[in-house]
């Protein structure tokens, strides 16, 4: 009797030491994921950094602590081909960093400008005392293409690619008029006498008009009538007249002998004697005289 008793203590006892270790197992297995979170948080803490991407605001994030390539992952940030960030991408940031991404794109773009046509100036016009435009010019157009740089939405480069032409420009060309036989204008023919105001008698080319005795002045043979005309036609040139308002012939010939303070351009004078005095024949101004050049002197 005394050994079936001592039989059922022992049998007793282990009961309890296993329900001793059943509990024990019990808290230990409901321990763990606390165990494990805990020694995570000890290799893997969190941090709080700032982040500005782009041209957003700065904005704060929780992250687990780790290298700026994890963050990105963690916040689900990408770089583009061309952008960066502040800091590298293997570099471990810490509580309160700032993680600065700069976004770069490129875009193109072009401008025109339009390129100067140049004028030509050809003196070989007949008519004198005029300019003649024999072609328009026209400006030509060129583009210039461009690489721009963007940072964050601002332009930060404009990068010059190429040009190209888009329309050649095409020159003027204007004719002037030049001394030359056959050269002709229309002006205004007056009349003067050898006692004009701040006249003394002789002609610029040293002719005395006082010792001709009539209007007109022989040369190569010819009866010439006396002009003053402009600087640019040469002294003893011949000049034809026409439509004038002169008690002379409709066409008269007349030889360049002088020269006038206001004798510029298409004005002519034609000498008739003396103003207070005797004149050599009757006439007026005349407004659309017709000019042309039969010889150049020299």
């Known amino acids: 009797m005394k050994k079936i008793r001592q039989l ?8 309890k030491l296993l329900l001793i270790l059943i509990c024990s197992a019990c808290c230990v297995l409901f321990s763990m994921p606390t165990l494990f979170a ?8 969190e941090i709080t950094i700032e982040v500005k991407d782009g041209k957003l605001d700065v904005e704060a994030f929780t992250v687990i602590k780790g ?16 952008d960066f960030m502040n800091v590298e991408l293997d570099d471990v940031l810490e509580d309160g960093d700032l993680l600065q991404i700069y976004r ?27 300019t003649t435009t024999v072609q328009e010019a026209q400006s030509g157009i060129l583009q210039k293409n461009y690489d721009v740089v963007y940072m964050n939405g601002a332009e930060q480069e404009r990068i010059l690619v190429n040009e190209e032409v888009v329309s050649e420009p095409v020159n003027g060309v204007v004719s002037v008029g030049s001394v030359q036989v056959g050269a002709y204008f229309s002006g205004r023919l007056t009349t003067y006498g050898s006692d004009c105001y701040g006249c003394s008698g002789n002609t610029a080319s040293g002719v005395n008009l006082n010792n001709l005795g ?3 002045y022989t040369y190569k043979g010819q009866e010439y009538y006396i002009l003053a005309a402009d600087r640019s036609i040469p002294m003893y040139s011949i000049i034809k007249i026409t439509n004038h308002n002169l008690g002379l012939p409709s066409t008269i010939y007349g030889i360049v002998l002088d020269r006038g303070g206001s004798i510029k351009g298409n004005k002519v004078d034609i000498y008739i004697g003396r103003e207070n005095g005797e004149r050599y024949f009757t006439g007026y101004t005349s407004f659309n005289t017709q000019f042309e050049i039969v010889s150049v002197g020299r």
């Open 8 to 15: 059922s203590l022992s049998q007793e006892a282990k009961k």
């Open 214 to 216: 009539g209007p007109t």
């Open 38 to 45: 805990w020694a995570d948080q000890i290799a893997n803490p």
């Open 67 to 82: 290298d700026a390539k994890s963050i990105l992952e963690q916040l689900d940030l990408g770089l583009g081909s061309y």
């Open 104 to 130: 770069v794109s490129h875009d193109a773009d072009s401008s025109q400008e339009v390129i100067e046509a140049e004028t030509e100036t050809h003196y070989d016009g007949l008519h004198l005392f005029t």
